[in-house]
Every structure is written in C-alpha cells, then in structure tokens.
C-alpha cells in the first residue's frame, strides 16, 4: 500500500487521523505533516461526501509535491458512492459495514426469513462489486472497520449486541472480497470497551482462521478519552493483544491533537518484547486474586503505558480482579500507584472509582470544539461533587443521602460524540451521552434514547448536568 506494507514480516505500523475540514485543504496538509513528522505512517481523512472525497486528490497532491510520500486514507460512512470516488485517490479506503449498505442504526428489532435476510446480503454484494472493481484499477487497499457502536439494525436483530455479532458484520464483507480475489485488505474491530474490543478481536481471528483467511489487523480502542485515562485504557486494550501477538497497524484514539497520538502508540509498540516479560511474570505472582506488578520505567507516562500493557490481558481475563504496582525507585509516590492501579482496574472493566469519560478524538465530522467541551463537562461535574461535598457539611443529616449521591456520580459514565457515527452506540455502554447533531447544535441522550434534541451548545453542559440531576432524585 502506496510505500509501506502492513502485515506479514513487515513492522507494526502507527497511524492517525486528522481532525480538520477534509475540504479545508491547507489546514489538512499541514495537520498531516504534523502526524507524519511525530512519526505517524498513515493519515486517515473523514470523507463524508464526494466533494471531501474529491478533494483528497489535492490533499495528496500538495503533501507529495512537499516530499511527503505516506499513504492518505479516506474513512467513509453511509454513502457507498464516496467510497469509490475516494478510492481513485486514496491509498486505502475504510468503510464500515455498519452502514455501507444498511441505514443507520436505530436500535429497531427487524425480522427476517433466511431468503430475505441472504437478499440483504445480495444488496451488500451488488454495492460492493463496482467498488473492489475500481480499487483493482487503481490499487487501493481497502480497510474493513467495523464499529461496536454502528452495528447494524440487521445485524443487531439477528446476532444480537455480541461478539459473534461484530465479528459476522466484518466477515458478511470479507468473504465477498475473498470470492472477487482481492486480498489488499486490513480489517479493524474496535470498541470503546476494551473487553468488547479484545474478546471480538480474539473471535475474529479464530474464525478467520477456521475460513483460512489471514488479513492484517489494525487495532485500536475507539473514544478512548484523553489524558492519562485514555492512555492507560488504550494501553489494556491495545496492548492486551499486542503481547498475544495479535495486530500489524494500531492507532491510540485520544481527544487531543492527533500528532499528540503518535509518540504513545509507538510506547506501545516498542515495549512489546518487555510487555510480555512482564505479563509472564505478573501471571506468575497471582495469589488471593491479586497480581503483584513490579515495575521501573525512565518516565511517569511510560511507566503506566508499561503497567497498563503487561496486565491488561490478565485483568480483561479476569485471571485476577485485584492490582497491586510496586517500584523500587523514588518516581512515584504510593499514592500514585494506588491511582494507577484503579485508573487500569477501571479501564478493565473491574472495579470503578471515579467517573468516566466516553471521549472520541473528533474528525472533519465534529461540529464543536471537543477538547474545550470535554474539559468543561469534567469541571462541571467536579464542580457537582464539590457541591455535593459540601451539603453534607452543611447538613450533617443528609450524609447519607449525600454520599449515594456522590457514589452515583463516581459510577458514571458520560459518552461525549462529536458526531452520529459511532456516538449513539458507543453510548449504549454509557449513562448519558453528549453528541454533535449540527453546527453549534448539540443532543443529550439516555443510554441508547436521545432526550432533548438541537440544544444549542451554549446551553448543553447545564442541560446535561440538569438530566443528570433530575434522574438523582
């Protein structure tokens, strides 16, 4: 694919994608220099529509003039016909089976006979036919990437919110890329629950193997967050598989500027050989449900990549519920590894001691500034506790009442989309989900149930925190 091959003996790739206006052509050549330049060795562009598709043809144009030769991959959804536009242009194009033919997920129940659920298979066929025929003419790779949270109705009524679900989205399309021989494919299942995303990943490539098929896996943990939380929940996730030997490109999805994405995923890459030293070792020191990590690293952002990535695994595996980090040196205070063992606990699924943020990284798609947002929900929440905190010492009879109260809002779980994409069902794992609906226009949902519709942003947060608390009481 374009310089680089994926897969096989050649390195794991690292790779990025950019937050700009696909059709803002200056901003995306140099955001995708900055990905490039911090070491990043693909770049992904959303192309929602065929003028953004198009426009990949200057974007690609301008980086080779400036001597940057990486591959450029377009990510489409809902519109088959820009999947064949871009792939003229591109070196790879991600579609998503969850929305490439079907309609986007409603969270209906839909019934089928065997004949007419093989005829919706027949529509994927026919969509896909041209497309893989012009990806032959102009050798374009193709990502197969399959979203927990875009699961189809179809695939939704019939297989139900499973693995086996996700896995058989992905597979309806490989077996007719496997049937046309075209094999320039990388497949990717990703969830923003990491034991979602590593169980399915692990089904994917036992069944793939009972079809002999060997593909390229990218992986990744999607809406990740930001921040520490975010590393480390990439670092169970992603790196849970990496030190199985599973994945040839990965990508660290973090609500923060995407060259910042870089520098972390190649952490990841470069302590696999250590990681799995270590999770042997961890492994080996299991004992009243405990693992014992002992643990050196040159920097505090290493040291909890390096915890993350040796027991994620064995934590997601539920081998053992309990962490215990130790260092011999002075870096970290007992505290802070205290911290870090329930941050990675947390990340696993395990055990939940402060609230969590469903965060994506934002794309051409995001119609509102995710970062700011995101710090101003933190706040506000925080702010909420404080509050909270300060009731009980006001009113010494209320304690109780005040402290489920605040327990409630250690547990929650707050999904923050930039857009409908994956927002609504990656949110089904959430409490409560912010999602971009439109320019400065913003939907409060419920689990999978939007509530209140096109609020404008100005007035979303306190919307939010007023749901928030209406539901408390």
């Known amino acids: ?274 990681c799995c030293r270590l999770r042997e070792e961890a492994e080996a020191s299991i004992k009243d449900d405990t693992i014992t990590l002992a643990l050196e690293a040159p920097d505090w952002e290493t040291f909890q990549l390096k915890a993350a990535m040796a027991v994620g695994a064995l934590l997601i595996d539920r081998k053992a519920t309990k962490l215990v980090i130790t260092s011999s040196t002075s870096q970290a205070s007992q505290a802070s590894l205290t911290s870090l063992s329930d941050a990675i606990l947390q990340a696993a699924r395990i055990k939940f001691t402060k609230t969590e943020y469903i965060s994506c990284p934002g794309c051409g798609r995001t119609l509102y500034n995710l970062q700011e947002t995101i710090a101003r929900i933190k706040a506000a929440i925080q702010q909420e506790q404080c509050e909270l905190a300060r009731i009980a010492e006001r009113e010494p009879s209320r304690l109780e009442e005040v402290q489920a109260a605040i327990n409630d809002l250690v547990g929650l779980k707050i999904g923050i989309m930039g857009c409908i994409v994956n927002g609504p069902g990656e949110m089904a794992d959430a409490d409560y989900g912010y999602v971009g609906a439109g320019r400065g226009k913003i939907s409060l949902y419920k689990q999978k149930t939007c509530v209140e519709k096109n609020i404008p942003e100005e007035e979303a947060v306190e919307k939010l925190l007023e749901l928030i608390r209406s539901d408390r009481k």
């Open 1 to 274: 694919m374009g310089n680089i091959g994926i897969g096989g003996n050649n390195p794991i790739r690292i790779q990025s994608m950019a937050t700009t206006d696909t059709n803002d052509t200056a901003a995306s050549v140099a955001q995708a220099k900055r990905i490039i330049d911090a070491g990043g060795e693909l770049v992904r562009f959303t192309t929602q529509g065929t003028r953004e598709a198009e426009n990949m043809k200057n974007i690609s144009a301008q980086l080779k003039a400036d001597g940057y030769t990486q591959p450029l991959v377009a990510d489409v959804h809902f519109t088959a016909h820009t999947a064949d536009i871009a792939a003229q242009y591109c070196e790879k194009v991600r579609i998503n089976p969850g929305n490439y033919v079907d309609p986007g997920r409603t969270f209906k129940h839909l019934e089928y006979t065997d004949e007419e659920y093989a005829g919706e298979l027949q529509k994927i066929e026919k969509k896909l036919l041209p497309f893989i025929q012009i990806c032959k003419e102009h050798h374009t790779a193709v990502r197969i990437g399959v979203n927990h949270g875009s699961l189809s109705d179809r695939i939704m009524s019939r297989y139900g919110d499973t693995p086996e679900g996700i896995v058989e989205s992905c597979m309806e399309f490989l077996r007719i890329f496997k049937r046309e021989n075209f094999n320039d494919i990388v497949i990717s299942i990703k969830a923003s629950n990491t034991v979602v995303m590593v169980t399915t990943v692990r089904l994917l490539v036992a069944t793939m193997d009972k079809e002999d098929m060997h593909y390229p896996l990218h992986l990744g943990v999607t809406e990740a967050g930001e921040g520490e939380d975010g590393r480390i929940k990439s670092a169970v996730g992603i790196g849970a598989l990496l030190t199985e030997g599973i994945g040839d490109t990965i990508r660290v999805s973090l609500s923060e500027e995407p060259e910042y994405e870089i520098p972390v995923a190649r952490k990841l890459v470069d302590m696999i050989p250590e």
